[in-house]
């Protein structure tokens, strides 16, 4: 079936995270409000950034960045490739389904799979 979502509000929803190609089959929508939520400004938002940028005849209202603190405050489509980089050791990354993976570790549902990998701290 053709996709007809003209208009989607994701505003304020406590997303961490988009993956690639979330809004890639939406050719119908027209305006995006994702502001208000903590998304990283790092290398993990780029392709939301480059999807924005692809579809400049969409209003986006995407809000600005809340971490890490020296992009505090800075409006995501106002960054620059420059801007959207990750060190070496990111610690965590937008799984498939929408929900954080630690860094080198498979998520599948509540399972977390980090063999031969460096101990990691998860909050109950």
């Not at 209202?61 to 992009?71: D, F, I, N, S, V």
């Amino acid at each position: 079936l053709e996709n007809f979502l003209h208009f989607s509000s994701l505003s304020n929803n406590q997303l961490k995270c988009i993956t690639p190609n979330t809004f890639d089959g939406l050719t119908h929508l027209r305006t995006l409000q994702i502001s208000g939520n903590d998304l990283p400004c790092d290398c993990q938002v780029l392709p939301l950034v480059e999807w924005m940028r692809a579809n400049t005849t969409r209003n986006v209202e995407a809000g600005q960045c809340t971490r890490p603190a020296e992009m505090l405050g800075k409006n995501l489509d106002d960054l620059s490739k420059d801007d959207m980089r990750c060190s070496d050791v990111v610690e965590s990354a937008c799984a498939g389904n929408g929900d954080y993976c630690p860094a080198g570790c498979t998520c599948q549902d509540t399972i977390v799979r980090c063999s031969n990998k460096v101990t990691i701290r998860t909050a109950y």
